[in-house]
């Protein structure tokens, strides 16, 4: 019986990257210990078909909070802003879950590995994102030179949300936790915290993004317990390009020691010409390699 899960959602539209996903972790022989389950948010016969040889289980995502239904017709993929709370109900044969977002692929099984350490004794194992070369965490528009007008992603959302200025002052400037990659234990104290949050988040705010903020807000004022990994366990390539290695033939982070990119996600895309990586795998852009020259290269998962 495997205890540890990967879990992750798609809908028919991005198919092919959740195919990837799931390639990139069975690359891997210790995958054979973990079991992949997906959520199904709008996939086609085939396609369940085709993952069904892959994977451990399928299982329909529902609404797991009550929203409304003029936000999200015609929108199944947004199920994932909600159910992703609620893992262990859809697949409860499991003692710790690792979420990983479709447009995500693992580079380095290291990095599987320490999310589920992470998660240890009920903690939240999850990644900050910023780091080494990120050089703006916060946007701000200035009035006369030294009054400041907030921009940052969990104080817009905070304050959308109607969770009250205090909290989102709280946190305007606090390191913001992407939810695209995530580990916890079944019995963890961090689910409830969560879905508590998101109740509230759901109720005023966007459904996009309503599961992050319901999770900085758990970490940042609830003091959920949190073991924060390293940038390389959730690398979201539109924030900061890798480079690669080409003696290696592997992506690693673009500054010294040059670690190697464990999980590399594609969150919020990459765009060339007007058209997203995400959804076109032909397209491919310039990257510098460790032997400062420059390479044209895709960011998807390719076996």
């Not at 019986?1 to 992750?8: G, R, T, Y």
């Not at 609404?63 to 893992?87: C, H, N, P």
Request: include cysteine.
């Amino acid at each position: 019986m495997k205890k540890n899960v990967i879990v992750s959602l798609a809908d028919a539209n991005y198919f092919p990257l959740l195919n990837e996903l799931v390639d990139s972790i069975k690359s891997f022989d210790e995958s054979k210990n973990v079991a992949i389950c997906i959520l199904d948010a709008g996939l086609t016969k085939d396609q369940k078909e085709t993952l069904l040889k892959k994977v451990d289980e399928i299982k329909s995502a529902e609404w797991d909070i009550e929203v409304s239904a003029y936000k999200v017709k015609g929108k199944e993929w947004l199920k994932s802003q909600v159910s992703r709370a609620f893992l262990p109900k859809y697949f409860p044969n499991y003692e710790k879950y690792l979420w990983i977002d479709c447009d995500a692929w693992v580079n380095d099984w290291k990095s599987i590995e320490l999310y589920f350490r992470a998660c240890d004794n009920g903690k939240l194992g999850i990644t900050q994102t910023i780091g080494p070369g990120y050089k703006i965490t916060s946007r701000v528009n200035w009035l006369f030179g030294k009054l400041a007008i907030i921009k940052s992603q969990n104080f817009k959302h905070a304050v959308k949300s109607n969770i009250g200025y205090e909290k989102a002052r709280k946190l305007a400037f606090a390191p913001h936790i992407n939810i695209g990659v995530f580990s916890l234990e079944k019995n963890s104290l961090g689910w409830a915290s969560w879905q508590r949050n998101l109740s509230k988040t759901l109720k005023a705010g966007n459904i996009f993004g309503s599961e992050g903020l319901a999770i900085n807000i758990s970490v940042y004022i609830d003091d959920l317990e949190t073991e924060f990994l390293p940038l390389n366990c959730n690398w979201i390539t539109s924030n900061l390009l890798p480079k690669y290695d080409e003696d290696k033939k592997t992506f690693v982070e673009p500054y010294l020691p040059n670690y190697k990119i464990g999980i590399m996600h594609l969150a919020a895309g990459i765009w060339k010409d007007g058209k997203d990586m995400r959804i076109d795998k032909s397209i491919k852009i310039e990257i510098e390699t460790l032997k400062n020259t420059k390479i044209l290269k895709s960011l998807r998962y390719n076996n």
